[in-house]
T-cell receptor, first 111, second 111 residues
Framework: RKEVEQDPGPFNVPEGATVAFNCTYS??????FFWYRQDCRKEPKLLMS???SGNEDGRFTAQLNRASQYISLLIRDSKLSDSATYLC????????????FGGGTRVLVKP | SQTIHQWPATLVQPVGSPLSLECTVE??????LYWYRQAAGRGLQLLFY??????ISSEVPQNLSASRPQDRQFILSSKKLLLSDSGFYLC??????????FGPGTRLLVL
């Protein structure tokens, strides 16, 4: 089993709709989690951090389920500009503040 | 706020040639620095990380090496490139709790 797994998608989403996708992790010692957004041929950019049960930032909501070891990202009222690959990252809980990244979930918002 | 510079943005190199990629940081001191590689259509793979000058930890055995000659400078090198070294090389830093921020990356194509 991979340390961090994501559905690669693509998730085809009508503009204005809600989309949600998960990221599962295997290291139960992980304490912090992150969602990054990566546009084609660009660097990942931090979307939000998740340290406790969840986090909300505008149309984006991240939730953490420690019992089932997954985090989710929900995007409400999807915009065309939300089309991107969303990377999940999990802190390994070891020295060096190292993160393990999932392979990413591709989201395509269509008019 | 912190800024990460990487150059060159794009590089095409023949197999067997040497490599030197540079990452410099502004706006922070004593950051943790990281080198990642992202192969085409793949996730981010941590290659090296550094918690201080001259301190390098390797994640994956390979023909690459890293050095940190100054607090805000991180260099990725190879003596002889392989075809499999092609990819998107990203430098990242943490300066607070755990959040990692990425530089613009160098796209390397080995032919």
């Amino acid at each position: 089993r991979k340390e961090v797994e994501q559905d690669p998608g693509p998730f085809n989403v009508p503009e204005g709709a809600t989309v949600a996708f998960n990221c599962t992790y295997s290291n139960s010692a992980s304490q912090s989690f992150f969602w990054y957004r990566q546009d084609c041929r660009k660097e990942p950019k931090l979307l939000m951090s998740v340290y406790s049960s969840g986090n909300e930032d505008g149309r984006f909501t991240a939730q953490l389920n420690r019992a089932s070891q997954y985090i989710s990202l929900l995007i409400r009222d999807s915009k065309l500009s939300d089309s991107a690959t969303y990377l999940c990252a999990v802190n390994r809980g070891a020295a060096g503040n190292k993160l393990t990244f999932g392979g990413g979930t591709r989201v395509l918002v269509k008019p | 706020s912190q800024t990460i510079h990487q150059w060159p943005a794009t590089l095409v190199q023949p197999v067997g040639s040497p490599l030197s990629l540079e990452c410099t940081v502004e706006g922070t001191s004593n950051p943790n620095l990281y080198w990642y590689r992202q192969a085409a259509g793949r996730g981010l793979q941590l290659l090296f990380y550094s918690v201080g000058i001259g301190q390098i930890s390797s994640e994956v055995p390979q023909n690459l090496s890293a050095s940190r000659p100054q607090d805000r400078q991180f260099i990725l090198s190879s003596k002889k490139l392989l075809l499999s070294d092609s990819g998107f090389y990203l430098c990242a830093l943490t300066w607070d709790r755990e959040t990692q921020y990425f530089g613009p990356g160098t796209r390397l194509l080995v032919l």
